[in-house]
């Protein structure tokens, strides 16, 4: 017995005390990885030699999910996509399917697309940003981020009626309209974020210790982020200008004058600093929205599409049969295929769709943003520090419920 336990407690320092070396699990306990994301490090001292990123735990199958539902139903399920800017995958997902069925939905509801959104664009980046400054013991920060987002947070549930799953679209259209003060609630809105903006910009971008924290770790180069696939703020953080509002205009986004930030270090400073600008030039593009906004419909005329109004739905047998059908059959679009990308808070969010001309799809599949940055983690944290990792890991800003899905 003795010597079986000698021969254990062997091969236990060969695994892990080899050359100095330990093999430590960072999560999914750890509160930086957020509950999902394990992390199996092997350091030397307080340096990260190497690393293994388990993706996570959720198992949440949103894909073969939305294969055994109708168009519609799917609409809530990219709600727990990225449940931070939940209505940019409402959004992404609904041209996707309108793109597979050849039609385009009314102007108005192109504008209140948008406007819905670059506010989930804010609520995601202050999240962000906010989220991580506290990992960072930067905690008053996190206060004056998170109390902007439920402003937006109060301003989108006045339009969409919930807060983290609106599930505002619809295939063709919108649930509601705007409310009439709604340009007035936005003014009122964005003053108040521009004023905590302010503040935390002046706690943070020149703090010396936020500084070293972030400034030169978590580098990645334009050809490794090339290479892995990065989008969003990782990938414009290191100076390569994409953007899909920009490389592939949709919705009327080539209507709005706006900037694309971009760094040049590819760090975790350098996407502190294009969050913070992104955050402004959103603010810009709602309020061009507003200013440019056309009044008329807001869903498609055709009842094969939208769901007939109620009114018309108790006094006429067309729509009232057209209600059945979209409700228990849902759209059918023709079958074919497609691939719809929008640019959601973290990179670029695709949905590609397969139909076989039924009322579900027969193959769903979506790129999200998140999947390739934590795909790059490894090698951003690579010869850095265990504490770095937590900087690096905010900033790269994984969302549970896109990741593993």
């Known amino acids: 017995m003795e010597k ?3 021969e254990t407690q062997k091969n236990w320092n060969l695994e ?3 050359d100095g070396r330990m093999v430590l699990n960072m999560g999914p306990s750890h509160p930086a990885m957020h509950g999902i994301v394990r992390v199996l490090l092997t350091v030397q001292g307080e340096r990260v030699a190497d690393s293994d990123v388990e993706i996570g735990y959720l198992h949440r199958g949103f894909e073969k999910t939305c294969e055994n539902i109708t168009y519609n139903q799917c609409v809530p399920y990219t709600d727990r996509l990225n449940y931070v800017s939940p209505l940019i995958n409402n959004v992404g997902y609904a041209l996707a399917v309108e793109k597979l069925m050849g039609i385009e939905t009314p102007a108005r509801c192109q504008y209140i697309r948008v406007i819905m959104s670059e506010l989930s664009r804010l609520t995601d980046h202050l999240t962000c940003i906010g989220a991580n400054a506290m990992e960072l013991a930067a905690f008053t920060v996190y206060f004056y981020l998170i109390n902007a987002r439920e402003e937006i947070y109060r301003l989108t549930d006045a339009v969409a009626g919930g807060r983290v799953t609106p599930a505002y679209t619809r295939v063709g259209g919108l649930t509601r309209d705007l409310p009439p003060d709604f340009a007035r609630m936005t003014a009122e809105v964005f003053k108040k974020v521009r004023k905590n903006l302010s503040d935390a910009d002046k706690l943070l971008t020149r703090n010396r210790i936020f500084y070293d924290r972030l400034h030169n770790v978590g580098n990645i180069s334009k050809e490794d982020a090339i290479a892995f696939s990065f989008t969003g703020p ?6 390569i200008p994409l953007d899909v509002r920009k490389a592939t205009p949709y919705l009327v986004y080539d209507r709005f004058d706006f900037d694309i930030p971009v760094g040049s270090n590819g760090d975790n400073y350098d996407r502190y600093l294009v ?10 593009i709602v309020e061009q929205a507003l200013a440019q906004l056309p009044g008329g419909p807001i869903n498609h ?9 109620k009114e018309e ?7 009232l049969m057209a ?7 849902g759209v059918k679009p023709p079958k074919g295929e497609v691939y719809q990308a929008v640019e959601g808070g973290n990179g670029e969010l695709g949905f590609y769709i397969v139909s076989d001309g039924t009322g579900s799809p027969w193959r769903l599949r979506v790129r999200p943003p998140c999947f390739a940055l934590t795909g790059g983690l490894s090698q951003m944290i690579k010869g850095g520090y265990i504490a770095d990792i937590v900087s690096t890991f905010g900033q790269i800003n994984m969302i549970g419920g896109e990741l593993e899905r």
Not at 323 to 329: I, N, R, S
Request: net charge neutral; glycine share 4%; no cysteine.
């Open 313 to 319: 739905v108790a006094g006429n047998i067309e729509a």
């Open 275 to 284: 969050r913070l600008e992104e955050m402004k030039q959103s603010m810009r």
């Open 301 to 309: 005329p055709d009842f094969n599409v939208i769901l007939p109004p």
């Open 234 to 239: 990782a990938l414009r953080s290191t100076g």
């Open 4 to 6: 079986k336990n000698a």
């Open 323 to 329: 209600h059945f059908k979209l409700t228990f059959e």
């Open 16 to 18: 892990t005390l080899e």
